[in-house]
């Protein structure tokens, strides 16, 4: 199920200077993650954008679960 959800982000170069979008659209996942933030709920996001569905959220929000987890993290010593 994650790997089908993940398909439907993309980077190209030559859409959005290669940020990661919803496949088939110019919507930004960091643009969908942010508003998610910001206490939108997924109805309206998907009222202001008709084009996605509620997998391209769901997707949006595993590419940065993904993205996180492969992070390093190196704690600094005092």
Known sequence: ????LLNR???DQK???G?????GTRVP???IVRQIA???KI???LGDYPQLKEDDIKAALLYCAEIVEGESVFPLIK
């Open 1 to 4: 199920m994650e790997k089908k």
């Open 9 to 11: 982000i993309v980077v």
């Open 15 to 17: 859409i959005m200077v």
């Open 19 to 23: 940020k990661p979008i919803i496949k």
């Open 29 to 31: 996942v960091d643009m």
């Open 38 to 40: 910001q206490g939108l």
């Open 43 to 45: 109805k309206e996001i």
